[in-house]
């Protein structure tokens, strides 16, 4: 008996929550995730005391708690694979940064920090919830400009997961290409055997995935050789991360949230994508 195809919206313009339910399944799992649950998730909803972010850094040319991207990035300046983690109040960056390096820094204040839990109430099992964001830097004029791009991956306060990754060896790319090399690492780096909640700010993104997951099922399961999708590359490097993820039986949730609104892990996967484009300038 052959699968049955998921419904997806035809646009992601009007929903926040679309649902890539496993197609492999005889009868995919409909989670019924409803714009309530969005409207109560803590993961989405505006922080009234986002008013700073506090970058730590454990290697580099110089490690510490830092208040700007630019301080950041010249402390790590040279680095390949930047450690770097960020906080929403400076007491937790400075205590993890004085818990990993045994190290006293000056500030001791004490502040009260929310506790983050799940926002989907439990409806979705075995669960792992991301943000993800890319930047792009152009400098120069045309003909001759550079490009410069970065993707940051956040899972939460401290989480080892988290990434600043700069993008090399793309001489031209979009910001929509960058917004989904951010999904694709954020589905790389979580376990395949767990479902997987990504949160983005980028429509486009979203919806070109939304379109050629319709293409993957009615070509069975396959990605379309003869695609001529502007993205195709990048689509089907994020194919190659969904079909591992189907095949055990877990299925993908992708979370529309607004740019810049003050939502915390949005904020954070933009810090991080900033980072990581900008150590490709030092």
Same mark, same amino acid.
């Given at each position: 008996?052959?699968?049955?195809?998921?419904?997806?919206?035809?646009?992601?313009?009007?929903?926040?929550?679309?649902?890539?339910?496993?197609?492999? !399944?005889?009868?995919?799992?409909?989670?019924?995730?409803?714009?309530?649950?969005?409207?109560?998730?803590?993961?989405?909803?505006? &922080?009234?005391?986002?008013?700073?972010?506090?970058?730590?850094? @454990?290697?580099?040319?110089?490690?510490?708690?830092?208040?700007?991207?630019?301080?950041?990035?010249?402390? /790590?300046?040279?680095?390949?694979?930047? /450690?770097?983690? @960020?906080?929403?109040?400076?007491?937790?960056?400075?205590?993890?940064?004085?818990?990993?390096?045994?190290?006293?820094?000056?500030?001791?204040?004490?502040?009260?920090?929310?506790?983050?839990?799940?926002?989907?109430?439990?409806?979705?099992?075995?669960?792992?919830?991301?943000?993800?964001?890319? &930047?792009?830097?152009?400098?120069?004029?045309?003909?001759?400009?550079?490009?410069?791009?970065?993707?940051?991956?956040?899972?939460?306060?401290?989480?080892?997961?988290?990434?600043?990754?700069?993008?090399?060896?793309?001489?031209?790319?979009? &910001?929509?290409?960058?917004?989904? !090399?951010?999904?694709?690492?954020? !589905?790389?780096?979580?376990?395949?055997?767990?479902?997987?909640?990504?949160?983005?700010? &980028?429509?486009?993104?979203?919806?070109?995935? @939304?379109?050629?997951?319709?293409?993957?099922?009615?070509?069975? #399961?396959?990605?379309?050789?003869?695609?001529?999708?502007?993205?195709?590359?990048?689509?089907?490097?994020?194919?190659?991360?969904?079909?591992?993820?189907?095949?055990?039986?877990?299925?993908? #949730? !992708?979370?529309?949230?607004?740019?810049?609104?003050?939502?915390?892990?949005?904020?954070?996967?933009?810090?991080?994508?900033?980072?990581?484009?900008?150590?490709?300038?030092?």
């Amino acid at each position: 008996m052959p699968a049955k195809t998921p419904t997806t919206p035809d646009s992601c313009a009007q929903q926040k929550i679309i649902e890539l339910a496993n197609p492999r !399944l005889k009868e995919p799992k409909k989670q019924q995730l409803t714009t309530e649950d969005y409207q109560n998730n803590t993961r989405t909803q505006v &922080s009234k005391s986002l008013s700073q972010i506090f970058f730590v850094t @454990l290697s580099g040319q110089k490690t510490g708690v830092f208040e700007s991207v630019k301080l950041t990035v010249a402390a /790590m300046s040279g680095q390949k694979k930047p /450690m770097v983690q @960020l906080f929403a109040s400076r007491v937790e960056a400075v205590n993890w940064y004085e818990q990993r390096t045994k190290k006293s820094l000056s500030y001791k204040a004490k502040e009260d920090t929310e506790v983050k839990t799940n926002g989907w109430n439990g409806k979705i099992k075995d669960c792992v919830e991301v943000f993800a964001d890319g &930047s792009l830097i152009r400098k120069g004029t045309a003909g001759t400009s550079q490009h410069s791009a970065g993707v940051g991956i956040y899972f939460g306060p401290g989480d080892p997961r988290n990434r600043a990754i700069s993008i090399q060896g793309k001489e031209t790319i979009s &910001s929509n290409q960058v917004e989904m !090399l951010a999904i694709y690492h954020a !589905l790389q780096v979580t376990s395949k055997q767990k479902n997987i909640v990504i949160y983005s700010d &980028s429509a486009t993104a979203l919806e070109n995935i @939304l379109k050629m997951t319709k293409e993957y099922i009615s070509n069975k #399961f396959k990605f379309p050789e003869k695609s001529k999708h502007v993205d195709r590359d990048y689509l089907e490097q994020v194919f190659g991360e969904l079909e591992m993820r189907w095949q055990h039986g877990k299925s993908v #949730f !992708l979370v529309k949230v607004k740019g810049h609104a003050r939502i915390e892990g949005n904020e954070m996967a933009d810090k991080l994508a900033k980072i990581g484009s900008k150590l490709l300038l030092c």
